[in-house]
């Protein structure tokens, strides 16, 4: 287990008369190689999960077990944690600053000690991984698309090799086939690399599609750690959350509901198209 956290709590403003408190005992496993969607609804306490996964923020109870060791102990290297869980934010630009892309990814990999040929290396091999074009390397990142700033983004945190890498809502504002690319690129690096990604999202159609394993958090609190078929057949709990279930996982369950002969649990098109089939004898 790569990062472990054990009862977590966490207040904001405490102390004061707007004391309120933001994560309640939470505890979690979170293994190497998995593709995780942490799902919850606006100020369930998402964000300020994900930045204690990587130091941002300091609980004020429990632990966080990085590799076996206490990320409070006096000799645990803080940095160290920044660049093995990478954090890449909700808005791009709150992470681009320098004048040309190239500038930008070779930031971190100089910033932990790389010389300037490895850290070079670095910056080319996670800008090729991203998908962004050799051609646009030069540019000032701030001239760049919605979906190429997010790539570089995820490329400057790649470029420091970490083990997990936690994205926060990285589709927001992209169309259908921006919001497709990077998740389909997400996948493609957790494959590759091996290493573990957290997608924090909105979507439910997204983690359906693409996570192996849904954390649901409300009120500060884990209410659902599970598969998605398994996480998504709580409709009325998620609801009540504020939450929806895929639109393909509601259509047919309406239809079975009406009599139909379909599988109530399909979370993709690619699923419900089969199963439709299937149900007029005409699968295989």
């Not at 990814?105 to 100089?110: S, T, W």
């Not at 790389?114 to 051609?135: P, T």
């Not at 540019?139 to 979906?147: D, H, I, N, T, V």
């Not at 990285?170 to 091996?194: F, H, N, Q, V």
Request: hydrophobic share 40%; charged share 25%.
């Amino acid at each position: 287990m790569s990062l472990i956290l054990d009862k977590i709590n966490y207040y904001y403003g405490k102390g004061t008369a707007f004391e309120s408190k933001a994560l309640k005992n939470i505890s979690l496993s979170i293994p190497d190689g998995e593709f995780i969607g942490l799902i919850g609804h606006t100020g369930s306490g998402k964000s300020t999960l994900i930045q204690h996964m990587n130091g941002l923020i300091k609980a004020d109870s429990g632990n966080i077990y990085y590799n076996g060791q206490d990320i409070c102990d006096k000799d645990f290297k803080m940095t160290e944690l920044r660049r093995k869980v990478g954090l890449v934010f909700q808005y791009p630009e709150h992470q681009l600053f320098e004048s040309t892309v190239i500038k930008d990814v070779l930031f971190g990999p100089k910033n932990i000690g790389l010389s300037q040929l490895e850290a070079e290396v670095a910056a080319y091999g996670a800008l090729r991984s991203v998908g962004f074009s050799d051609d646009l390397i030069d540019a000032s990142p701030f001239e760049l698309s919605g979906g190429q700033k997010r790539r570089v983004a995820i490329a400057g945190v790649l470029a420091m090799s970490p083990e997990i890498l936690i994205l926060d809502e990285p589709t927001a504002g992209l169309d259908p086939a921006g919001r497709t690319e990077i998740l389909s690129l997400l996948k493609t690096i957790k494959d590759e690399k091996g290493i573990t990604v957290i997608l924090v999202s909105h979507s439910m159609e997204d983690v359906a599609e693409f996570a192996e394993r849904i954390i649901v958090i409300d009120d500060g609190e884990i209410k659902f750690d599970d598969e998605p078929r398994k996480v998504f057949s709580h409709a009325e709990e998620l609801r009540k959350m504020g939450l929806e279930i895929p639109q393909c996982t509601e259509l047919m369950s309406r239809l079975a509901d009406a009599g139909f002969n379909v599988d109530r649990t399909c979370l993709t098109v690619d699923e419900a198209v089969a199963s439709i089939l299937r149900s007029a004898g005409r699968g295989e």
